[in-house]
């Protein structure tokens, strides 16, 4: 978007720093005190393809650009516009979270600051949407936080849960909106659980991704809105953004670099590239930040933005363009090639993509003595509130997802407690209906209605785990994704 049109404040686009207005917005409103100093005004170099050298170096000056990007009290991210992308950023360039402090003071560890705003009961606001649990999902996960498991309140996997559509299943938040249901299959697809796992069923990846495929415009790209059943829409040209969120999206979900509708995309960002830069021909004009989100859905997709298609007959690659934006040994980078001073979104941006990232990347091993690589709440606090994510799968294929609260009365508690507060407690409502038994210990025998009948049977598996006999009294801790399923 040129800088000239206004901030557009609808509903359907006030989604935090993930949609296109709000993300406009930063890269104008965003620049950093601190690095507008001679230190970071240092002249750009001379444009050239990019060696592992120089990338080396363009990373370590992008990170020492983004430390100095920490407030005093430790923070990157706040209320409204903030620097929280810094998180995936880092873990981008192998720079862990815990280990980035204000003047050495450990206490203020980016990583603990983070984590206790997002624990926060007001965090992120009192009209949330979507994406921002999808950008703190994203984010949390690359500072080393268990994003299911930021407290015994939070629990950012099943805030997300909470916006599926039943109405449109696959779709998490109003489907106008088709950039909440990208960073929905982003996050919950790229947030893996800390041994690295897949940690929501294949079930719920089938839905997003075929909600993703079915959005892909005509020309091969993708933008914020809805296509889907739309011929109009489906006839407008792609943008680079969503295109390179998109492609990621379906990578971070299983989806291989040689599939079809990869490939697609791939062309058409080809068919964007400005032989003599490097750059895409972005819809809001040639910028930093549209370069950085195609080039991290190449990497997301195992696509070398280097070599073959991306290498044009000039020599120029879109790393090349990244490089000659930023500012050395400043490291910040530039918004648009007019701009004289960095942005702070669009370096945040841009270090990701030329550090190899996609939209997450998991935590670095930390350097700080005695840090752990991953912080998570161990259990419930009993009569605090907390919610869990859920599915039921009854094998028709009309999958439930819900988020459920309830109070917890001890450090854990079972799936019979969970599944009898989602009868009155889910959000969307409708998870659960009836359960059989409705009570005591023993293997649940029908759900919704559905019993079970011969080899056919109710079983559940949680974060991921194999599917195994259902019964109401499986242990069930703070933050496990738990997916039932009748086979």
């Given amino acids: 978007m040129p800088r000239s049109v206004p901030f557009r404040t609808s509903p359907i686009l006030r989604v935090s720093c993930t949609s296109r207005a ?46 100095s990007l920490q407030a005093a009290d430790g923070s990157y991210a706040g209320s409204g516009l903030s620097n929280e992308w810094a998180f995936s950023a880092f873990a981008a360039a192998g720079t862990a979270a815990v280990d980035v402090t204000p003047d050495g003071d450990a206490t203020k560890n980016a990583r603990t600051v983070y984590r206790n705003l ?3 009961p007001g965090w992120p606001s009192a009209t949330p949407v979507v994406t921002d649990y999808q950008r703190g999902t994203l984010n949390a996960y690359a500072a080393g936080i268990d994003p299911a498991r930021v407290s015994a309140s939070r629990n950012l996997i099943a805030d997300i849960y909470g916006y599926w559509q039943n109405a449109e299943a696959g779709y998490f938040g109003p489907s106008a909106n088709y950039n909440g249901t990208v960073f929905a299959a982003l996050a919950l697809g790229g947030a893996r659980t800390q041994a690295g796992g897949q940690r929501v069923p294949q079930a ?16 091969g790209g993708w933008t914020y809105a809805k296509a889907e059943g739309n011929a109009t829409e489906l006839a407008k040209p792609g943008d680079i953004d969503m295109t390179g969120a998109s492609m990621a999206a379906l990578c971070a979900s299983g989806v291989p670099g040689t599939d079809p509708d990869i490939l697609q995309a791939k062309a058409f960002l080809k068919s964007k590239l400005i032989n003599t830069s490097g750059a895409f021909n972005a819809m809001y004009g040639i910028n930093t930040s549209s370069n950085g989100w195609a080039v991290s859905g190449l990497n997301a997709c195992g696509i070398n933005p280097q070599t073959g298609d991306f290498l044009t007959p000039a020599g120029r690659t879109p790393i090349d363009f990244l490089i000659a934006q930023q500012y050395n040994p400043g490291g910040g980078f530039k918004y648009q090639p007019s701009d004289t001073s960095p942005s702070a979104y669009s370096s945040l941006d841009a270090l990701r993509a030329v550090a190899g990232g996609g939209f ?13 690589k991953w912080v998570a709440a161990s259990g419930f606090t009993a009569g605090t509130a907390t919610k869990l994510a859920l599915t039921v799968d009854d094998g028709t294929g009309a999958l439930k997802v819900c988020s459920v609260a309830f ?18 407690a889910a959000t969307p409502a409708g998870c659960v209906t009836s359960v059989v038994p409705a009570s005591g210990t023993a293997t649940i025998t029908s759900v919704n209605g559905k019993a079970n009948a011969g080899p056919a049977t109710w079983k559940v ?3 991921g785990s194999a599917f195994a006999g259902a019964a109401r009294n499986k242990v069930i801790g703070v933050g496990d994704t738990i997916a039932l399923r009748y086979s």
């Fill in 204 to 219: 719920l990846v089938d839905k997003i991704v075929t909600r993703l495929r079915a959005n892909q415009h005509n020309d």
């Fill in 22 to 67: 709000s993300r406009t917005r930063r890269r104008v409103a965003v620049v950093a005190p601190a690095v507008l100093g001679a230190f970071a005004l240092t002249a750009l170099p001379a444009a050239a393809t990019s060696t592992p050298a120089q990338i080396a170096t363009s990373k370590t000056n992008g990170v020492a650009y983004v430390k």
């Fill in 461 to 463: 598996s949680v974060d």
């Fill in 118 to 120: 997002l624990a926060t």
């Fill in 360 to 372: 997450t990347a998991a935590p670095p091993t930390p350097v700080t003595p005695g840090a752990p």
């Fill in 407 to 424: 109070t917890p009365t001890g450090t854990t508690t079972t799936l019979g407690a969970v599944l009898s507060a989602a009868t009155s």
